[in-house]
């Protein structure tokens, strides 16, 4: 039988500058964005093209231990790995003139 990932969980403080971040500047692809309750949302992106890949669950931190680790989830370590083709797509997308909210050189996640 095969087996796939089909989301991994990204806590972030604010979903649709996450949501702005990964569509508007990654050209990630909004695949769901449901309102569950008044406090939760169920935000799924993927790269554009990904098939059957895996998706990132965009999940808003609910209490202050899940905000403490906001943008530090992997620990020390790197938790992805980005492909050439990623890496092109956001430097085309900064040449076209996009120009993110977020200041230089901090975590687009962390609010």
Known sequence: ?????ANISLVVTDCDEAIRYYTG???FE???????TAE??????????AGDG??????RA???EQAAVVGRQSGRSSCSYTPTTLIE??????QRGWHSSIP???????G
């Open 89 to 94: 797509t956001m430097r085309a997308t900064v």
């Open 40 to 49: 939760k949302r169920w935000v799924r992106v993927w790269p554009r093209g």
């Open 25 to 27: 500047f990654l050209g």
């Open 104 to 110: 230089r050189g901090t975590n687009p996640l962390a």
């Open 30 to 36: 909004l695949l769901e964005d449901t309102i569950l």
């Open 54 to 59: 895996c998706a990132l669950l965009l999940a």
């Open 62 to 64: 609910a209490t202050p």
């Open 1 to 5: 039988m095969r087996q796939i990932l």
